[in-house]
Every structure is written in structure tokens, then in C-alpha cells.
């Protein structure tokens, strides 16, 4: 059971605010210092509407932080795990790169660094924003406000307060992972 009086960070996605710019992507990128080919926040386009009301609707997907991660119970070195916060992030001196947390993973938001062969997801950086009392670096650099990053355990904040009030979508929730990702329609 999960202790209300910690943060259990989580994030709400506006679909309708963001414009598929990349700036969170490109603000990942930089912050994480990830190599080519390593993306932890990736921007996916998919149409919706049928002619000729037909549009292109863009998707931020990093890591979904979910409740019950797949990843981390087929981790064979415990590598991977749930924090007291709800952050799924990885120890690097313990993972072995053995690839099963990226087969696990229903959202494919998991990479091996090909530079230090350990597996690597986005944990709203965790130890470079998130301890200074910052906002991860995709949600401060989001030009159109569509990302919001906050405590779900807290009701009066404003991610608990926009999953509260408006419609929303998680995805692939058949999946039991719990995913604390939430998208606003």
C-alpha cells in the first residue's frame, strides 16, 4: 500500500494544446544528455476524424511511471524498480542489460544506452530537476502548456485537480500495469 503522505508524482498530457513541436523531446534529450538514437520522451502522430475532417494529433509518450511496471518485476537483478515516490527508475550499477524490462514494457518507452549498455527510461529527472524542487525539463520547456507534472497524492494540486475534472485516458490500462501517465481529451 502505497504511503498518501509521500508525492506520487505523476503527469497529464493536454492532447488538445500540444502541437507536436518536439520541444519536450529536444528538452529530454538535452537534459538527460542522451546519445543518438536513446530517446526517453518521444512525440508519436497519429490521424484521427474520417474525410474530410481528417487530422493529425500528436502524442508525447515518455515512461508512463506506472502503479504495477512490468519491467520491474521480470528484472532478474532488481536493477529496476518503483520508488516510494512512484518514479520506475533503474540502477545502473545493477543492470546487467539483459533486455527483459524492454521486452516487458507495453509502451516501448525503454532503451538500451549504447554507450553503457544498461537500460535506460525517462524518470521526470528524477535526480537533476526533480531534487532541486524543478519541474522535469519536458515540462518547463513545453512552449504551449501541455504538460503538467505534479503530486496525485496531494487533491489540491493541479495534475490531481485536471485528472478530477476533465476527461482523460490512459493508455493501455488492460495491460494492469497502472499507468500514471494521463492524457487529457
Known amino acids: 500500500m502505497e ?5 506520487h508524482w ?5 492532447l488538445a494544446k500540444c502541437v507536436g513541436c518536439d520541444s519536450c523531446t529536444v528538452a529530454c534529450k ?8 536513446v530517446t526517453y520522451n518521444v512525440v508519436l502522430e497519429q ?5 474530410p475532417n481528417v487530422r493529425i494529433e500528436a502524442i508525447p509518450r515518455p515512461c508512463m511511471q506506472c502503479e504495477n511496471p512490468a519491467c520491474v518485476s521480470v ?8 520508488g516510494d515516490d512512484g518514479i520506475v527508475v533503474i540502477d545502473a550499477d545493477r543492470c546487467i542489460g539483459c533486455k527483459y524490462c524492454i521486452a516487458a514494457c507495453p509502451y516501448n518507452v525503454r532503451f538500451i544506452n549504447p ?3 544498461v537500460a535506460e527510461n525517462c524518470d521526470f529527472c528524477l535526480h537533476t530537476k526533480l531534487a532541486k524542487g524543478e519541474d522535469p525539463a519536458c515540462v518547463s520547456k513545453c512552449r504551449y502548456g501541455a504538460l503538467a507534472f505534479g503530486d496525485l497524492n496531494d487533491p ?5 485537480k485536471l485528472v478530477a475534472e476533465r476527461e482523460c485516458e490512459q493508455l493501455l490500462v488492460d495491460s494492469g500495469t497502472g499507468p500514471c501517465m494521463y492524457y487529457l481529451k
Not at 47 to 51: F, K, R
Not at 75 to 82: D, I, K, L, M, Q
Open 47 to 51: 490521424e484521427t476524424g474520417a474525410y
Open 115 to 117: 554507450q553503457t549498455r
Open 3 to 7: 504511503d498518501s503522505s509521500r508525492p
Open 30 to 37: 538535452a537534459e538527460n544528455r542522451t546519445p543518438p538514437g
Open 10 to 14: 505523476g503527469m497529464v498530457i493536454d
Open 156 to 160: 489540491e494540486s493541479d495534475i490531481s
Open 75 to 82: 528484472c532478474p537483478v532488481s536493477a529496476t524498480y518503483r
